[in-house]
């Protein structure tokens, strides 16, 4: 079946910087990538996705980057603010409602 | 509303004993999705449901079980609990059933002793 993986599994930096986050799966019938936000005692919240007939989307400081022939997506987020420090999670679907999710990258934005 | 509510919030059980998580939604979505999280770890798929279809993952199959007697509620049913059951347990809905975001609870974190 469908393996994701993230990295970094932790990052931490000073607000104002930016980050990337990194994330690779293996089954190339996944047609469609979620990436969830989960801030300390809260839900996971959907933040950004992609499709596999793009290779690029930004929504405000999010920037994600699709590459299907090395099967590897990564999140940039721009302007980190403390509010940015959350667990970011990977997904990957192949269209049959099945949702796979990476590790987690843990962000920690130091004011 | 885009709230997906879950009962209860934090269970205790004993080891054998059997536990029954909740799930609501009131965004009549056709799909509802259960997953399982432990510390550092992705959240695992159990199962799910398409309208009235369940479909559960093959490793999972005889550990977990649900229902879902109408569109806005789904339980997830442990008929016996073992201590590596211990997790937080994720429902989440997507309309439809092809790919889309879901919608996700606070959870459901169960302790077994």
């Known amino acids: 079946g469908e393996q994701v993986e993230q990295l970094p599994s932790s990052l931490i930096v000073q607000e104002g910087a930016s980050v990337l986050i990194n994330c690779s799966y293996t089954d190339s019938a996944s047609v469609y990538f979620p990436w969830y936000k989960q801030e300390p005692g809260k839900r996971l919240q959907f933040i950004i996705d992609i499709r596999s007939n793009m290779e690029r989307k930004q929504t405000q400081r999010l920037t994600l980057l699709f590459d299907k022939k090395t099967k590897h997506l990564s999140l940039h987020i721009t302007a980190t603010q403390p509010g940015d420090s959350a667990i970011y999670f990977c997904?990957?679907?192949?269209?049959?409602?099945?949702?796979?999710f990476g590790g987690g990258t843990r962000l920690t934005v130091r004011p | 509303d885009t709230t997906v509510k879950q009962n209860p919030r934090y269970k205790l059980a004993r080891v054998g004993k059997p536990v029954n998580l909740i799930c609501s939604q009131t965004m009549n979505h056709d799909t509802m999705y259960w997953y399982q999280k432990k510390p550092n770890q992705a959240p695992k798929l159990l199962l799910f449901y398409y309208d009235k279809i369940l479909n559960r993952e093959a490793d999972t199959f005889e550990k977990f079980q649900s229902s879902r007697p109408n569109n806005s509620f789904c339980s997830l049913y442990i008929g016996s609990a073992g201590l590596e059951y211990s997790a937080m347990y994720l429902c989440?809905?997507?309309?439809?059933?092809?790919?889309?975001?879901?919608?996700f609870g606070e959870g459901s974190k169960l302790t077994v002793l």
């Open positions: 997904s990957a679907d192949n269209a049959g409602a099945k949702l796979t």
């Open positions: 989440a809905s997507m309309t439809g059933r092809d790919t889309g975001q879901l919608y």
